[in-house]
């Protein structure tokens, strides 16, 4: 079999040629991120409206709001007079909580959580509860009140917890063990 000059030419010259970009079919405006964004900011809204409605109707608790998007209230105070710290990154500190609806409804009653240990900033925790423990002192028992985006926002908890639920934790900080002292006990 003999191969005409002519389509070696051509297989030479098309097998040469640079590689084209491929451009999408459809091209998005970036609309869907707008719509999330507007979607998002009328849900954080709602939601604070929501608590603030609660925390209305519950005059005898003297709630404090947090630089982090939620609000508090302290069950048992440490007196400020007592030397007496917040944890720092690292500290491993020793907690019991427990979580309810905004109503008051259990949804993990106390006890039902087992006491947990937790290094500061070093391993998983909800953002909400993991801002609020660096707020308390040993022997404080506070209650939080979370928006869903600094609780278990749009995914839930996947057990006991929905969608963009926002709960009601009430905390009790046992322990603050240094950083120093738990490099020395590894």
């Known amino acids: 079999m003999k191969i005409k000059p002519v389509f070696l030419l051509f297989l030479i010259f098309a097998a040469c040629k640079s590689p084209e970009a491929r451009y999408p079919v459809t091209q998005s405006s970036g609309s869907y991120i707008d719509e999330s964004v507007a979607r998002n900011k009328k849900l954080v809204a709602k939601e604070e409206a929501y608590i603030e409605d609660i925390m209305g109707k519950n005059p005898d608790n003297d709630y ?3 630089a982090d998007g ?4 302290y069950n048992k105070k440490v007196n400020d007079s007592i030397d007496s710290r917040t944890p720092e ?4 500190v020793v907690f019991d909580y427990s ?3 905004m109503e008051g409804e259990p949804i993990y009653a106390e006890g039902e959580k ?3 240990e937790y290094a500061i900033d070093r391993e998983k925790l909800f953002s909400g ?3 609020g423990l660096k ?3 040993e022997g404080e028992t506070v209650t939080f009140l979370f928006p869903s985006y600094k609780a278990f926002g749009y995914y839930g908890d996947k057990e006991k917890i929905g969608t963009n639920v926002p709960i009601s934790a009430k905390v ?3 322990d603050i063990k240094e950083e120093s002292n738990n490099e020395t006990q590894n």
């Open 172 to 174: 009790t900080l046992h």
């Open 114 to 116: 087992p006491t947990r």
């Open 70 to 73: 939620f609000w508090y209230f």
């Open 129 to 131: 509860l993991r801002q």
């Open 89 to 92: 990154f690292g500290d491993v």
């Open 135 to 137: 707020l308390m002192k």
């Open 99 to 101: 979580i309810s609806t």
């Open 64 to 66: 404090l709001s947090s």
